[in-house]
């Protein structure tokens, strides 16, 4: 990591202990004021862990703009071995895209440039069930996302472009997920209630096919760059890739069912126990227990009874393979390709010389061949809001407080001439004090944008800013400067790659269908 990542980090963590309590709503204008808390609430890995082994990482990644993430290990992993990976985004079309959205294209870009299948689409049915926007207005903002897309370098040939509304294998795989999907949860995750539209409960059926739709080809790891208000969809993408398997494959101890917080005890029976050459029976597992352990007491006495009723049953470690809803032939199929001991049960097959990794796999390939998804969990990462140049979230519904990728050069320098800082209240007490670029809108726009990939710039930056050498109108000048080249370069990208868009398999004017 450079000094900047490490200046960058530091700042992170100033932030991120501010308190307040993390609210994630998908459709809301909610902010984050404490990012760590959502570690702990929501059970996001910190990316920082996972940086030394990402390959080439982005400036986004190196500056811990990209702080979170759930089960990227697995992408990461794809991408080291040359083995196939896929990441994909959306963009609800409620306006022009803006730096904000900026990020989103970078990171897809980046993904395809190590290799994987990307997608990008347009998620029109949900902004036209969640947000009521009109299939006219999509039409005009769905060519300037998908044009920025194409100048700043997604490569069309190689990846995929579609609308939610066009694309009948997304609306089929939304369909069968819709069996998978019940109204209590919606309630529960998205607060939905008797008065919220079918349509809308429908948008978010299509937006987990959106998540699982490049895996139907093959089961594959696939990221998904999100900020973190959209960890809901992520969550429910999950358990949703899960309850399509064919067949849950789980660590066992014993015949009979355990939840996770009793199987964590038998695990600790049968670790104390063991003696090589000597059989541990359940029996003797729950004399151990209620004698050494003192645990939940649901799960203490869970254990004690299933145990007890077990007798002398031997306790032994073993991979077991749940039918979930498999077909007749997939379940015989798996009982012939399990090699070694097993034994087969009514719902469930243990094997007792495999590991839990290749029992997955294995669990994957027989479902694959029998006609199921075999879908592997989304993976997903996280990356700060951009604060807006007036301060608070940046927002496609105020003007002042963002800069479109469409705003005239001029307008943008003018835009960043105008932006709050974190200076001092004069130029003597910025000298003597230093800024606060940790609170500063204006610094922002350097490290996520106009720095681009020179860590040294973005560092100089935050450290003359720091230590009292740069002053704010100095330092807007030279933002305003950068984002009017940005913008003139970027627009004349656009023009260039517009006969790019004509040729691209993806509908632009469903309106007018």
Partial sequence: MTRDSD???????????????????PWGSSTIADYRSLFEEFGIGAFEDLLDAVPDPHYLMRRA?????????????????DEPFAALSGFMPSGDPHIGHKMVFDELIWHQQQGG????????????????????????HARDYLLSLLALGFDPEEGT??????????????????????????????DFSGETEVAHMQAVVTQMADI????????????????PDQDPH??????????????????AYASFEATDAERDLLAAAHAALDDEGETVRCVEAADWIEAEIAADEDARDGALEKLRAAGKEPLRPRVRFVDQHATEDAFEALIDAV????????????????????????????????????????????HRFMTGLTGGKMSSSVPASHISLLDDPEDGYDKVKAATTGGRKTAEKQRELG????????????????????????????EECAEGERLCGDCKEQAAELMREFLAEHQEKREEVKPLLEEADVALDVADG
């Avoid at 703009?65 to 992408?75: A, E, K, L, S």
């Avoid at 949703?240 to 067949?247: H, S, V």
């Avoid at 479902?367 to 998804?373: D, R, T």
């Avoid at 800024?435 to 935050?462: H, M, N, Q, T, W």
């Fill in 7 to 25: 200046a960058n980090t530091e700042a992170s963590a100033r932030t991120l202990t501010d308190g307040g309590e993390a609210t994630l709503d």
């Fill in 65 to 81: 703009i990209i702080f979170g993430h759930r089960d990227y290990d697995r992408v990461l992993s794809a991408m080291r071995n």
């Fill in 117 to 140: 299948d990307v997608y990008a689409l347009i998620a029109d049915l949900e902004g036209h069930a969640a947000r009521d926007l009109s299939w006219a207005e999509m039409d005009e």
């Fill in 161 to 190: 472009l579609y609308r939610q509304s066009e694309n009948r294998d997304v609306q089929d795989l939304a369909f069968e997920l819709g069996s998978d999907a019940n109204f209590s949860e919606f309630e529960a995750i998205y």
């Fill in 212 to 227: 699982l739709s490049p895996q139907l080809d093959e089961p594959k790891p696939t990221v998904i760059p999100v900020g």
């Fill in 234 to 251: 992520m969550r429910l993408a999950r358990d949703l890739a899960a309850r399509t398997r064919y067949f849950g494959v789980t660590e």
């Fill in 339 to 382: 090699e070694g001991e097993k034994r087969v049960f009514e719902g469930h097959v243990d094997a007792f010389e495999m590991d839990r990794e290749v029992a997955e796999d294995l669990a994957r390939e027989v479902e694959v061949a029998h006609g199921g998804y075999g879908f592997v969990a989304p993976s997903s990462i996280y």
């Fill in 435 to 462: 800024g606060k670029p940790d609170e500063c809108p204006v610094y922002e726009l350097y490290a996520y944008l106009l720095a681009a990939d020179d860590d040294a710039f973005a560092e100089r930056v935050y």
